[in-house]
T-cell receptor, first 113, second 113 residues
Framework: DAKTTQPNSMESNEEEPVHLPCNHS???????IHWYRQLPSQGPEYVIH???SNVNNRMASLAIAEDRKSSTLILHRATLRDAAVYYC??????????????FGQGTTLQVKP | NAGVTQTPKFRVLKTGQSMTLLCAQD?????MYWYRQDPGMGLRLIHY???????AKGEVPDGYNVSRLKKQNFLLGLESAAPSQTSVYFC????????????FGPGTRLTVT
């Protein structure tokens, strides 16, 4: 399974944009890029996913590099509720077809008022 | 919809005792997963199921058994609990395998003394 690399922690000020980077240099053609986040004492929750093109939803935007070796999760206006661990995960929809998620350490995002 | 629910929320076991964790989902999802999360770490996959009556091993299956007799339920069993199984256990489900979101339950905090 292809691996991802994320910074251990990041800080942001409330109401400012946050750019969370993820490197995945060994990504394969059948890997989707997924982002999940885990708020304190809760289960992970889905944020966004994409394959090649940039994606937007109500929670965030996902910018994917042209060579797909890196991506960036963008929170347009961070709130205190966005303080969480953010996981960048590659999910293979190819031959294995199990849908399992492989979690790394993630990035702990602190949001300061 | 209740989404994904887990029973119990907390449990303390003595070494050697057995217990079953119950996961239920009301979204008619085919795929279900059991993960464990140790302090300061990401989630690791224990077992998963791609449909009713099927189960498969994940990354850390030793010491656990699972059953998926009904589509909506996925049970995780510990036959002889060990202190190393002290962890937070999360169940998840998804409609599709390679893409689309996984929905997580609130977790079960298990302590083995």
């Amino acid at each position: 399974d292809a691996k991802t690399t994320q910074p251990n922690s990041m800080e942001s000020n409330e109401e400012e944009p946050v750019h969370l980077p993820c490197n995945h240099s060994t990504i394969s053609g059948t890997d989707y890029i997924h982002w999940y986040r885990q708020l304190p004492s809760q289960g992970p929750e889905y944020v966004i996913h994409g394959l090649t093109s940039n994606v937007n939803n109500r929670m965030a935007s996902l910018a994917i590099a042209e060579d797909r070796k890196s991506s960036t999760l963008i929170l347009h206006r961070a709130t205190l509720r966005d303080a969480a661990v953010y996981y960048c995960i590659l999910r293979d929809f190819g031959s294995s077809n199990t849908g399992k998620l492989i979690f790394g350490q993630g990035t702990t995002l602190q949001v300061k008022p | 919809n209740a989404g994904v629910t887990q029973t119990p929320k907390f449990r303390v076991l003595k070494t050697g005792q057995s217990m079953t964790l119950l996961c239920a989902q009301d979204m008619n999802h085919e795929y279900m997963y059991w993960y464990r999360q140790d302090p300061g770490m990401g989630l690791r996959l224990i077992h998963y199921s791609v449909g009713e009556g099927t189960t498969a091993k994940g990354e850390v299956p030793d010491g656990y058994n699972v059953s998926r007799l009904k589509k909506q339920n996925f049970l995780l069993g510990l036959e002889s609990a060990a202190p190393s199984q002290t962890s937070v256990y999360f169940c998840a489900s998804s409609l599709t395998s390679g893409f689309g979101e996984q929905y997580f339950g609130p977790g079960t905090r298990l302590t083995v003394t």
